[in-house]
């Protein structure tokens, strides 16, 4: 899940980066609003989480921007303006929530998995699964043969991508890029060891194995023959 932080304030923004990269968000930061709406337009994001007051274009004006680019994807405004007006004029212009600072990062988490959950909700299934093994994306659990996993944030975000592109090889790349944010050339071993943490957990304790490497090509998963 990819979502993109427009917010001026250097803490704030870094704060915010920190903390939704650590809950396993891919997560793209713009310092005023040009940029923001720029890469907003550039698509591909799961959620926009939009400071109002910032230099250049202020918040509301990046997601009308963003609205007339034809792009519906969820906005969650952050700021330190608590009017009824303003809370009124987010909405009304199409934000799907708005927090006020001083925010509570939890409260914050809890509005982005519920934004991003809404969002795909009815698009998408949100429990994968294969063979014994079962990924619950409203509830973040895992398990297999209904033994409840417990899995970080990373290796949740690393299952989740294997579960719903299972049967197809993932090279080390795309691994990095969807799961890290990680450029094509980035050291890879970060994956691999990811995998092994995974596959500790997934898979050894299981008489069969789902996780499998592809020797100069990547990873699948797949139940296979016995
Ligand atoms: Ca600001």
């Known amino acids: 899940m990819k979502i993109l932080i427009v917010e001026d304030e250097p803490k704030t923004g870094d704060y915010l980066r920190q903390g939704l990269t650590e809950a396993g968000f891919v997560v793209d930061l713009a310092r005023d609003g040009w940029d923001g709406l720029e890469l907003a337009r550039s698509g591909g994001y799961d959620l926009l989480i939009l400071d109002v007051m910032l230099p250049g274009l202020d918040g509301w004006r990046v997601l009308a921007g963003t609205r007339r680019a034809g792009l519906e994807t969820p906005v969650l405004f952050l700021s330190a303006r608590d009017r009824v007006e303003d809370r009124v004029k987010g909405l009304e212009l199409g934000a799907d929530d708005y927090l006020v600072k001083p925010f509570a990062f939890a409260e914050l988490l809890a509005r982005v998995r519920s934004l991003t959950r809404r969002a795909r909700a009815g698009l998408e299934p949100t429990l994968l699964r294969v063979a014994d093994l079962e990924l619950d994306l409203t509830r973040r659990r895992a398990s297999r043969g209904g033994a409840r996993i417990d899995l970080t944030a990373k290796e949740f975000a690393l299952l989740e991508l294997l ?4 049967g197809e090889v993932l090279p080390r790349s795309l691994i990095a890029s969807q799961v890290w944010d990680m450029n094509f050339d980035s050291d890879t071993n970060v994956i691999d060891v990811a995998v092994r943490r995974l596959r500790a957990k997934i898979d050894e ?9 592809v020797r100069g090509m990547g990873y699948v998963l797949e139940a296979r023959e016995p």
């Open 163 to 166: 579960l719903r592109r299972q």
């Open 205 to 213: 304790p299981f008489p069969v194995r789902l996780i499998h490497t």
